[in-house]
């Protein structure tokens, strides 16, 4: 009644197929209840849930998860289905797929700059070392070679930070 928004009185005597499953699934739906029926056969295989769409009273169509159990009835064997409206969860898992997507996106995007700005960064570096050693080998006084020695050290320590960014943007992406 809460689901579906049938009252017993309402639905008593009627099969609920004929209630809740939409029109176009009808027939798959009669054949699946006719092979279930036939003596002798398995008919429920495991205790498996499946997902499947119904329509409530009043004609709104809602995702459902449907647990089928054999059971016996004082006129015969039943089938019993347990369903649960599970929008809520599909909203969840819809909701946790997205997220999920945007953290992803962020991540490559973080990637993609570092891999880039480490480009940028390196290409001026490689110039600025070039002419650090091309500079050495000029005439310099002690104070001016003692200079270009230190630019050249910080700028090949700033170039191993550099390769290290980008060995961490390929490894990401």
């Known amino acids: 009644e809460t689901t579906f928004g049938y009252t017993l009185a309402s ?11 939409p029109p176009e699934h009808q027939d798959a739906h009669r054949a699946g209840l006719d092979r279930m029926m036939r003596p002798g056969i ?8 499946v997902r499947r769409e119904a329509i409530r009273a009043d004609g709104e169509r809602i995702p459902v998860e449907l647990a089928m159990q054999p059971a016996k009835g004082e ?3 039943l089938i019993i ?4 409206d599970i929008s809520d969860q599909l909203k969840a898992e819809t909701e946790l797929r997205k997220a999920r997507d945007l953290a992803l996106a962020g991540e490559k995007a973080k990637a993609d700059f570092l891999a880039v700005m480490s480009h ?7 110039g600025l ?4 050693t091309l500079a050495s080998k000029t005439k310099l006084d002690a104070d001016q070679t003692t200079f270009i020695q230190n630019m050249e050290i910080s700028g090949r320590q700033l170039m191993h930070h550099v390769n290290s960014i980008l060995d961490i943007a390929k490894f990401e992406s």
């Open 11 to 21: 639905v008593e005597g009627q099969s609920i197929g004929d209630l809740i499953v």
């Open 42 to 49: 398995n008919r429920l295989a495991g205790t498996e849930r």
């Open 75 to 77: 006129d015969g064997d």
């Open 81 to 84: 289905v347990f369903a649960r």
């Open 120 to 126: 940028e960064i390196r290409t001026p570096l490689n």
């Open 129 to 132: 070392l070039g002419n650090l």
